[in-house]
């Protein structure tokens, strides 16, 4: 009968099937889950309003989507659009070496930059854009892939370095999950390791950039 507590994946899986609103399916996967378990009503809401205000933190990205909805209504991308267009030599692939850089020097420091929504969107894309439309005009075909590699440098920048700093809760989960398990693992160390992961990342990056760019040139001479 243990296996009855497993009833939360399966609604997870049905509200998913359906295309039911995510947050409700997770409440109610997680209710269900509880009730299974024994857990009364009560002691439910008590569990999850403890797990909401542990975990507040998290959220507070939520309060950068007004103000970066405000900033784009008043011109924030033609503003860098037309920046862009005022510099020389610059391609959309060096515009996300700069923005890699820039993401995995945040990530040394412990700085979140929630980089898709206050970088990617309003910034890095249309910037990457108008380097790319400066010689030829862009097709939708090479627009959406412009708009896949500025996503996919915030992916790069995020996903390899976000345990350079030692205080990340990545370096702390994996070290007490290790100490748990009987391994003497520090999270100064986990931080050391993960250096040359953000400098492999880095040189494999701009090499993929360098390539892209070559490619959106051929394909620009092509099409003159």
Request: proline content about 3%; aromatic content about 10%.
């Given at each position: 009968?243990?296996?009855?507590?497993?009833?939360?994946?399966?609604?997870i899986?049905?509200?998913?099937?359906?295309?039911?609103?995510?947050?409700?399916?997770?409440?109610?996967?997680?209710?269900?889950?509880?009730?299974?378990?024994?857990?009364?009503?009560?002691?439910?809401?008590?569990?999850?309003?403890?797990?909401?205000?542990?975990?507040?933190?998290?959220?507070?990205?939520?309060?950068t989507?007004?103000?970066?909805?405000?900033?784009?209504r008043?011109?924030?991308?033609?503003s860098?659009?037309?920046?862009?267009?005022?510099?020389?030599?610059?391609?959309?692939?060096?515009?996300?070496?700069?923005?890699?850089?820039?993401?995995?020097?945040?990530?040394?420091?412990?700085?979140?930059?929630?980089?898709?929504?206050?970088?990617?969107?309003?910034?890095?894309n249309?910037?990457?854009?108008?380097?790319?439309?400066?010689?030829?005009?862009?097709?939708?075909?090479?627009?959406?892939?412009?708009?896949?590699?500025?996503?996919?440098?915030?992916?790069?920048?995020?996903?390899?370095?976000?345990?350079?700093?030692?205080?990340?809760?990545g370096?702390?989960?994996?070290?007490?999950?290790?100490?748990?398990?009987?391994?003497?693992?520090?999270?100064?160390?986990?931080?050391?390791?993960?250096?040359?992961?953000?400098?492999?990342?880095?040189?494999?990056?701009?090499?993929?950039?360098?390539?892209?760019?070559?490619k959106?040139?051929?394909?620009?001479?092509?099409?003159?």
């Amino acid at each position: 009968m243990e296996y009855i507590k497993l009833i939360g994946v399966l609604v997870i899986i049905l509200g998913f099937a359906f295309k039911l609103d995510t947050v409700a399916v997770v409440i109610i996967s997680a209710l269900v889950t509880a009730l299974a378990s024994g857990i009364d009503f009560t002691k439910f809401l008590e569990i999850l309003g403890q797990g909401f205000m542990d975990n507040r933190m998290v959220s507070l990205f939520f309060l950068t989507l007004p103000m970066i909805g405000v900033i784009e209504r008043h011109g924030l991308k033609e503003s860098a659009v037309n920046l862009i267009q005022k510099l020389k030599n610059l391609t959309p692939g060096r515009i996300f070496d700069i923005y890699l850089l820039i993401r995995e020097a945040a990530s040394l420091f412990g700085i979140s930059l929630q980089g898709q929504v206050q970088f990617i969107r309003p910034l890095i894309n249309p910037m990457a854009q108008a380097a790319a439309s400066v010689e030829t005009k862009l097709t939708e075909k090479q627009i959406d892939r412009i708009k896949a590699r500025s996503a996919a440098t915030e992916n790069f920048g995020n996903f390899f370095s976000q345990n350079l700093f030692v205080a990340s809760s990545g370096v702390l989960l994996m070290a007490s999950t290790m100490k748990s398990l009987g391994y003497k693992v520090a999270p100064n160390g986990i931080a050391l390791y993960s250096i040359p992961v953000a400098i492999l990342t880095i040189v494999l990056v701009f090499w993929y950039n360098h390539m892209f760019d070559r490619k959106l040139l051929k394909e620009g001479k092509n099409n003159d």
